[in-house]
């Protein structure tokens, strides 16, 4: 199932964080098997992430703990993706 949006916390300085503020895309391969994929194309926000509230709430929810420490001066973002077209494949 695809979810209207998707939402991820990234650094502000990131290279990733700088392409995604004009490509709105994101590609996801099967590490298991490669030719698997799913790529999602949409409009991108991105906003400041007060207190770290997204990035704390995603940790709990996958790890199951407080996310790590930033380094010092870092600035965390939300990028948040209305998907308006899926494709991808699945052997």
């Known amino acids: 199932m695809i979810r209207p949006a998707t939402t991820s916390t990234t650094g502000a ?3 990733a964080r700088r392409r995604t503020a004009t490509a709105s ?3 996801v391969l099967d590490s ?3 030719e698997n994929y799913v790529e999602l ?3 991108v ?3 400041p992430d007060a207190g770290r509230r997204v990035d704390s709430a995603l940790s709990w929810k996958y790890d199951g703990k407080d996310p ?3 380094r ?3 600035v965390r973002v ?3 993706m209305v998907v308006q077209k899926a494709t991808g494949y699945a052997a």
């Open 72 to 74: 010092p001066g870092a």
């Open 68 to 70: 790590g420490e930033d």
């Open 78 to 80: 939300v990028v948040r």
């Open 45 to 47: 926000s991105i906003t």
């Open 25 to 27: 895309r994101v590609a």
């Open 41 to 43: 194309r949409g409009r």
């Open 13 to 15: 300085g990131i290279p």
């Open 32 to 34: 298991a098997d490669p």
